[in-house]
């Protein structure tokens, strides 16, 4: 037997039920998030706990419960998952826009002992900043460079992907491909 719902699920809108019931069947969409629409679905055409967790796979049904109650609060965004556990995300956006910013800024050969950046020279200037980040890893600048769209070139520099300078008559011309975005996926 099902124990007492101490928050029991509101009435669904019909947008959050037409997006319930089209997530519930999807194919494509992450496990997790299929898992709860249908677990949601089930308990708002009257199942219980119990039998939404059974229907889901899961053991307890102090988990439906939680997904009720985060449902309650925020709505479809509760359908997908958070953070789920292991150490806190340290650098946020803040951090990955200050990362940014050093690698476009050019390096300084007496300073920074370098014409191009390498990730390890990146990580010393970012240490060394009087607002830099004191403790960040080689892994989250490069995790922070490839998801702004830059990668690691033959040159051994980070470069933006899709775009090069090219020699003309006239001088160094910035060329872009349309397609950069297309090809890095």
Known sequence: M???QKDPLRPLTAEERTELTRL???QSAPAAEVDRARALLAIAE???YTAAARL???GHNETISAWVSRFNREGLAAVRPHHGGGPRIRYGAREQQRILVEWARSPERETDGTATWSLSLLQKALRRAPDGLPRVSRFTIARTLHEAGLSWQKSRTW???GVSLRRRKRGLVRVSDPDAAVKKS
């Open 46 to 48: 009257g199942a219980s």
């Open 24 to 26: 519930s069947r999807s």
């Open 56 to 58: 889901v796979g899961r």
């Open 159 to 161: 470069c933006e992907t």
């Open 2 to 4: 099902s124990r007492h």
